[in-house]
């Protein structure tokens, strides 16, 4: 699929803090998203896994300012430390498993990740979201949680491929708790549960269940599986209750900081940028300079990071 780097900037590894980035029309009639990038991250640490978001109906439309008001960008904002590249895009109306798909594609092409740690949570739309994505994607998905959803699509037999966490209130009058157990009985006639934790709190609404987005627990437990796992076992160690949750916005770090670099529509593309080779540069020195990263350099050029630069040749940086 044709790929538009318009503008989202991709600000790599000399930076010393965390980053922010919104990414607006980086894929063709795809979502616009944040991505997260955390501090450590550069071209040659090991990858790191990947956390999608997917928001409720709340938060859609156009203005992913939107984003910042709940759930895992919210959680970063108020020092959470998330060691993971954390990915939360934008729908206008209901989320299409493909289109969410084309995301982390765009964010494992451009940097590097661990495939083996796709973890996605959502809660409302997003809970549906979560479902029909990781149902359609099993093989993909190391683990999921989905809080007061459902599912919207046919084939959920998926889902018993992957550990996963339902979450429901039982007096939810927004999304009914009958849609989870839908969701529920449905993988029960599939065959195995064994990957299933279905929890339901006692006399919680709606609202207050996104306050797991805020728990060091909800992450801890999400990074307690990869998709190398014998068996891609659930770990059962872990509690989401109530009294956790009421107490979801203690202990953060209030030291912890990033920097938010974000994007205007007005902005002109560059899409075609070269850079000439001179004396003394390599590869990660034009990466800097540019903007960009030693990948995807190698990518647009059609090279190796071990390959010698010429003086004078024409290198592509976007």
């Known amino acids: 699929m044709k790929r538009l780097l318009i503008f989202c900037f991709i600000l790599l590894p000399m930076f010393a803090s965390a980053q922010l980035i919104a990414c607006r029309d980086s894929i063709q009639d795809g979502y616009n998203f944040w991505l997260y990038v955390p501090e450590d991250y550069n071209d040659t640490v090991a990858d790191k896994p990947v956390v999608m978001f997917l928001h409720g109906k709340s938060l859609c439309g156009k203005n992913l300012a939107n984003l910042l008001r709940y759930g895992s960008i919210d959680a970063l904002k108020r020092g959470r430390e998330i060691d993971a590249f954390v990915v939360a895009p934008q729908t206008q109306n209901t989320w299409k498993p493909d289109k969410v798909w084309e995301v982390y594609d765009w964010v494992k092409t451009n940097y590097n990740v661990d495939t083996c740690r796709l973890y996605v949570l959502g809660m409302s739309l997003g809970g549906y979201g979560t479902i029909n994505f ?3 994607y099993p093989d993909k998905v190391a683990a999921a949680m989905a809080l007061c959803g459902g599912a919207s699509i046919d ?17 939810d009058k927004d999304v009914p708790i009958k849609y989870s157990e839908k969701v529920v009985n449905t993988m029960i006639q599939c065959g195995d549960t064994s990957r299933l934790i279905f929890d339901k709190l006692p006399r919680e609404g709606h609202s207050h269940l996104a306050r797991a987005f805020y728990l060091e627990s909800t992450y801890e437990w999400l990074f307690k599986h990869n998709l190398n796992d014998s068996l891609r076992p659930v770990n059962r160690d872990y509690t989401i209750s109530s009294a956790i949750m009421a107490k979801a916005y203690d202990n953060f770090n209030k030291d912890f900081t990033f920097q938010v670099i974000d994007s ?15 004396k003394g540069d390599t590869l990660s020195k034009i990466a800097v300079e540019h903007g960009t990263t030693v990948t995807i350099l190698c990518r647009l050029n059609n090279m190796k990071k071990t390959d010698i630069l010429r003086i004078g040749r024409k290198i592509r940086v976007r």
Not at 155 to 171: K, N, Q, Y
Not at 264 to 278: E, L, M, S
């Open 134 to 136: 990781t149902a359609t």
């Open 155 to 171: 084939s959920l037999c998926g889902l018993t491929e992957v550990p996963l966490w339902i979450i429901h209130g039982t007096a």
């Open 264 to 278: 205007f529509p007005h902005q002109k593309p560059d899409v075609h940028k070269f850079h000439i080779v001179k």
